[in-house]
């Protein structure tokens, strides 16, 4: 297994060194509201959002999905976001400082990535992991290429491909 993921870009001509890693700032939904909403209704952290101000209230975290790169030791890595429900955000939020890290929390996929068809609300898990890393995000398996990808792996160019897209978007 190669150590080191490297490829020469074929929009910049620049070479990438390291598996690639991207990361949506905040949840889709967050996105989508205006400006006055944003500080109306919304609390966006680096590592939890909840917009809304009553028991209808949606429940964001911050999470790392990991995708294999076939003969690559580091992944590819997604930092998005995912929706709990009330009662685990609660519950994820009160052992922030010590997790259990055999919790497993149902979530919705909270972000569109670049490349895939559309990846909100694909069903996911989300494990927490205590030492200030981010809870890992784990995918149902289903046919949608993401959860494909996640679960089988996959290929160097089509890692390169993914990055290109990401960087150089048309």
């Known amino acids: 297994m190669s150590a080191l993921l490297t490829f020469t870009c074929s929009c910049c001509g620049k070479t990438h060194e390291g598996s690639p890693s991207f990361s949506c700032k905040s949840p889709h939904y967050y996105d989508q509201l205006s400006d006055e909403d944003?500080?109306?209704?919304?609390?966006l952290q680096d590592d939890m959002c909840v917009i809304g101000i009553d028991e209808n209230s949606d429940f964001f975290v911050r999470t790392i999905l990991e995708v294999p790169i076939h003969g690559v030791a580091e992944p590819f890595m997604w930092g998005v976001w995912v929706s709990l429900s009330q009662a685990n955000f609660k519950r994820y939020m009160s052992t922030w400082d010590n997790h259990d890290e055999t919790d497993n929390y149902f979530g919705w996929f909270s972000n569109?990535?670049?490349h895939?068809?559309?990846?909100?609300?694909?069903?996911?898990?989300?494990?927490?992991?205590?030492?200030?890393?981010?809870?890992?995000?784990v995918?149902?398996?289903?046919?949608?290429?993401?959860?494909?990808?996640?679960?089988?792996?996959?290929?160097?160019?089509?890692?390169q491909q993914i990055a290109e897209r990401v960087m150089h978007p048309e």
């Open 38 to 43: 944003k500080t109306r209704i919304a609390i």
């Open 112 to 114: 569109r990535l670049p």
């Open 116 to 137: 895939y068809p559309d990846t909100l609300s694909l069903k996911t898990s989300v494990r927490p992991r205590n030492g200030g890393l981010r809870p890992l995000l």
């Open 139 to 159: 995918l149902e398996e289903s046919d949608h290429p993401l959860a494909v990808h996640f679960h089988q792996g996959i290929s160097v160019g089509e890692a």
